[in-house]
C-alpha cells in the first residue's frame, strides 16, 4: 500500500509542475501529463462546464453546463487516453493540446 501512495504523490507532484509552464513549450512530459489527467480527472468536466455555462448565462446556463458536461466527460476521457498513449510523439505538430481547457481543473482557476 505504501507503493501506492507514493506514486500517487509522485504522479500529482509532477502534474502539479506542469501547469506552471508556458503554454506555448508543449512538450512530451505536458502530453502525458494532460492524457494522466484526462483519463484520472475526466469527470470535473460535469462541474466545471456547469461553472463556466452559469458564469456566462446565469441561471440558464445550469441545464446547458449540465448537458455538456455529461458529454465533455466521454470526451476527455477519450482524449485522456489518446494523449497518454501517443505522448512520445509530436501528433498534432509541436505536442500542442486538443481540448481546451488544457487541463480539467482549468475551469476552476
Not at 441545464?63 to 455538456?68: F, N, S
Amino acid at each position: 500500500m505504501q507503493t501506492f501512495h507514493k506514486i500517487l504523490i509522485s504522479t500529482a507532484l509532477a502534474l502539479a509542475s506542469m501547469t506552471g509552464q508556458n503554454a506555448n513549450a508543449d512538450t512530451a512530459a505536458q502530453k502525458f501529463g494532460r492524457g494522466l489527467a484526462g483519463m484520472t480527472c475526466g469527470f470535473l468536466e460535469l462541474p466545471g462546464n456547469i461553472v463556466k455555462e452559469t458564469n456566462a448565462k446565469g441561471a440558464a446556463g445550469l441545464p446547458i453546463g449540465l448537458a455538456m458536461g455529461l458529454g465533455m466527460i466521454v470526451s476527455r476521457e477519450l482524449v485522456g487516453v489518446y494523449e497518454f498513449v501517443s505522448a512520445p510523439f509530436p501528433v498534432p505538430a509541436g505536442f500542442k493540446p486538443i481540448l481546451r481547457p488544457e487541463y480539467p481543473w482549468s475551469y476552476f482557476n
